[in-house]
């Protein structure tokens, strides 16, 4: 009896990495992008890394972790209830048991407010603001006199990388992590005219500009850059439109940024095929769904048909699928466990695009396409 059960525990364990050996083929990168727990909620969080991440086969966590630790280099930017040094240890140790790498994001350049609530950054420097004459407004609404959707950071501040690569060196340092994520989506405002510095400069070149001056910085210390890419894609060219693609003039820049920077292609509305733009252009890509099930099935069908009828030297881009979650970590994990719909969009949550991507991935997905 002794002999069956460790010649089917053998039996399972070989599947297991013959599985993972054969996804890593199919598709090298299998991640999750979702906001870094608070500290109230970080043993429940682990548990799901153990539970549910690692049996999905996924090897990636993205943790936008923003102001949710408590910098040494700065701790005036830290949020008050923010993450200890021995919380993100214990975190990183649980992904690194589950074979899953993290990499921590701070949003760079945009999203530096929300709503009516300015960020930690232009907060407690306010001189960094690119558009200091917008106020932010009580009661925030869309569309709005000022298009204020978020503010940004003006990039040729001079004070400014001083500050921003001391927290991208402490971050990455507390998270063991060879690559960072800077966000830089949603760049709304760039180039502002009335900004002293950028006022009348190439908007591509302002965007191409930051994103290389980043990424310069992680290589130093042979970290790679991850950003989403919005930015990078005409949208109105591709009848992308302004969110997934750039209606302010930043896409030129896809030519004149490094091709070592790693994009995350998000696509919510439509499964639009943009990979194979990066993929051809040479940058690594990684598709992106959110919510949407079926759009993410077909995601995961196209990035494995890229990959298997690319060239050689272009299928090594096609780097793979990242569930993306734009909730707090609390929020995501009480609708993963309780299996709330969403009541303003039937049918449409993150937690039921993650499960059925992720049964798509391993061969589990019972749900035809349309
Ligand atoms: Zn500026």
Same mark, same amino acid.
């Given at each position: 009896?002794?002999?069956?059960?460790?010649?089917?525990? /053998?039996?399972?364990?070989?599947?297991?990495?013959?599985?993972?050996?054969?996804?890593?083929?199919?598709?090298?990168?299998?991640?999750?992008?979702?906001?870094?727990?608070? @500290?109230?909620?970080?043993? #429940?969080?682990? *548990?799901?890394?153990? /539970?549910?991440?690692?049996?999905?086969?996924?090897?990636?966590?993205?943790?936008?972790?923003?102001?949710?630790?408590?910098?040494?280099?700065?701790?005036?930017?830290?949020?008050?209830?923010? =993450?200890?040094?021995?919380?993100?240890?214990?975190?990183?140790?649980?992904?690194?048991?589950? *074979?899953? #790498?993290?990499?921590?994001?701070?949003?760079?350049?945009?999203?530096?407010?929300?709503?009516?609530?300015?960020?930690?950054?232009?907060?407690? &420097?306010?001189?960094?603001?690119?558009?200091?004459?917008?106020?932010?407004? +009580?009661?925030?609404?869309?569309?709005?006199?000022?298009?204020? &959707?978020?503010?940004?950071?003006?990039?040729?501040?001079?004070?400014?990388?001083?500050?921003?690569?001391?927290?991208?060196?402490?971050?990455?340092?507390?998270?063991?992590?060879?690559?960072?994520?800077?966000?830089?989506?949603?760049?709304?405002?760039?180039?502002?005219?009335?900004?002293?510095?950028?006022?009348? #400069?190439?908007?591509?070149?302002?965007?191409?500009?930051?994103?290389?001056?980043?990424?310069?910085?992680?290589?130093?210390?042979?970290?790679?850059?991850?950003?989403?890419?919005?930015?990078?894609?005409? *949208?109105?060219?591709?009848?992308? *439109?302004?969110?997934?693609?750039?209606?302010?003039?930043?896409?030129?820049?896809?030519?004149?940024?490094?091709?070592?920077?790693?994009?995350?292609?998000?696509?919510?509305?439509?499964?639009?095929?943009?990979?194979?733009?990066?993929?051809?252009?040479?940058?690594?890509?990684?598709?992106?769904?959110?919510?949407?099930?079926?759009?993410?099935?077909?995601?995961? #069908?196209?990035?494995?048909?890229?990959?298997?009828?690319?060239?050689?030297?272009?299928?090594?881009?096609? =780097?793979?699928?990242?569930? /993306?979650?734009?909730?707090?970590? +609390?929020?995501?994990?009480?609708?993963?466990?309780?299996? @709330?719909?969403? @009541?303003?969009?039937?049918?449409?949550?993150?937690?039921?695009?993650?499960? /059925?991507?992720?049964?798509?991935?391993?061969?589990?997905?019972?749900?035809?396409?349309?």
């Amino acid at each position: 009896m002794k002999v069956l059960l460790s010649f089917f525990f /053998t039996a399972f364990l070989f599947c297991t990495a013959a599985d993972a050996q054969s996804l890593d083929s199919l598709l090298p990168v299998r991640g999750f992008c979702i906001a870094a727990p608070k @500290p109230a909620q970080l043993e #429940r969080f682990i *548990g799901f890394i153990k /539970t549910e991440l690692a049996p999905r086969n996924l090897n990636t966590l993205v943790l936008r972790v923003d102001w949710n630790y408590q910098y040494k280099t700065h701790p005036e930017l830290s949020d008050k209830d923010a =993450l200890s040094e021995n919380d993100v240890a214990k975190l990183v140790k649980a992904a690194k048991e589950s *074979g899953i #790498r993290v990499i921590p994001q701070v949003n760079l350049l945009g999203h530096q407010s929300w709503a009516s609530t300015i960020h930690n950054l232009l907060r407690e &420097y306010p001189q960094f603001d690119e558009t200091p004459a917008v106020k932010m407004p +009580e009661k925030y609404a869309w569309p709005n006199a000022d298009s204020l &959707y978020c503010k940004s950071y003006c990039p040729l501040h001079p004070d400014l990388h001083q500050i921003v690569f001391a927290i991208m060196d402490e971050i990455c340092d507390a998270f063991e992590s060879d690559a960072f994520h800077a966000g830089m989506d949603e760049v709304f405002y760039i180039g502002d005219k009335n900004c002293p510095r950028c006022s009348g #400069r190439n908007k591509a070149l302002l965007f191409a500009g930051e994103v290389n001056k980043i990424q310069e910085h992680l290589s130093l210390k042979n970290r790679s850059l991850w950003i989403w890419g919005d930015r990078l894609i005409d *949208g109105r060219t591709t009848g992308i *439109g302004m969110w997934e693609g750039s209606f302010n003039n930043t896409y030129p820049a896809i030519d004149l940024i490094s091709k070592k920077v790693v994009i995350n292609d998000w696509h919510y509305e439509r499964p639009d095929p943009t990979a194979a733009l990066f993929a051809l252009k040479g940058f690594q890509v990684i598709t992106c769904p959110w919510r949407n099930a079926p759009n993410a099935v077909q995601q995961t #069908r196209d990035m494995i048909q890229f990959r298997k009828s690319a060239t050689d030297s272009t299928r090594k881009n096609y =780097l793979g699928m990242m569930q /993306t979650v734009w909730s707090g970590a +609390e929020q995501f994990l009480n609708e993963f466990y309780s299996n @709330p719909d969403n @009541p303003q969009a039937p049918g449409l949550t993150a937690s039921n695009c993650f499960r /059925t991507m992720y049964d798509e991935i391993n061969g589990k997905n019972k749900i035809a396409q349309k």
